[in-house]
């Protein structure tokens, strides 16, 4: 019996049959920067998937929190670790310090501790703020572009990254 398609089961075939084709075209650093373009978006695509585990996760555990408390749950929380800072930016550390959550507005993003150390260097470095938003920039557009999309931040030049700078600054340090 055929298997019957929807539509965005032939959009998807369309995309696979297109990507083929432009494949053939490509020479080896053509190759190369695409095979790194889709690690990255795998990458990324997993990581939401994880955040979107978490945060429903730590959904149901406010609503069951709260109702025990007798009162509506929101479904947010926040932990022991959480430190607030500018512009709507809180970061918390898990126990182990294996895992931070960077929150802005009412959605995370989960980073590891090598992420997050390298983000601790990154804004404890020398420069100018403006200076130091750009490298963080730069990091965030080549190793975790979900931050664009969670914080709505558009250049090197947007004041969030200023902020967030300073969130990290003074809240997460580097053991010596």
């Given at each position: ?17 297109e ?7 490509l ?6 920067y ?30 069951k ?6 009162r509506?749950?929101?479904g ?22 294996s895992s931070?959550?960077l929150r ?19 804004v404890?470095?020398p420069?100018?703020?403006?200076e ?11 190793e ?33």
């Amino acid at each position: 019996m055929a298997k019957k398609t929807t539509g965005k089961d032939a959009e998807h075939d369309a995309l696979l049959k297109e990507l083929r084709g432009l494949i053939t075209q490509l020479d080896d650093e053509g190759l190369i920067y695409l095979a790194e373009q889709a690690k990255i978006h795998i990458y990324n695509m997993n990581v939401d998937k994880h955040n979107a585990e978490v945060i429903a996760v730590a959904q149901k555990a406010g609503k069951k929190a709260a109702k025990t408390a007798g009162r509506k749950g929101t479904g947010k929380s926040e932990g022991a670790g959480t430190a607030r800072g500018a512009a709507g930016f809180s970061i918390s550390g898990t126990p182990s310090g294996s895992s931070f959550y960077l929150r802005y507005g009412t959605s995370d993003i989960m980073f590891s501790g090598s992420e997050m150390t390298r983000l601790v260097k990154i804004v404890n470095g020398p420069g100018t703020d403006i200076e130091i938003s750009e490298r963080l920039y730069n990091w965030f557009d080549r190793e975790r572009r979900d931050i664009f999309a969670l914080a709505n931040m558009k250049n090197k030049f947007d004041d969030r990254l200023k902020d967030l700078a300073a969130v990290i600054k003074n809240n997460i340090k580097l053991a010596k």
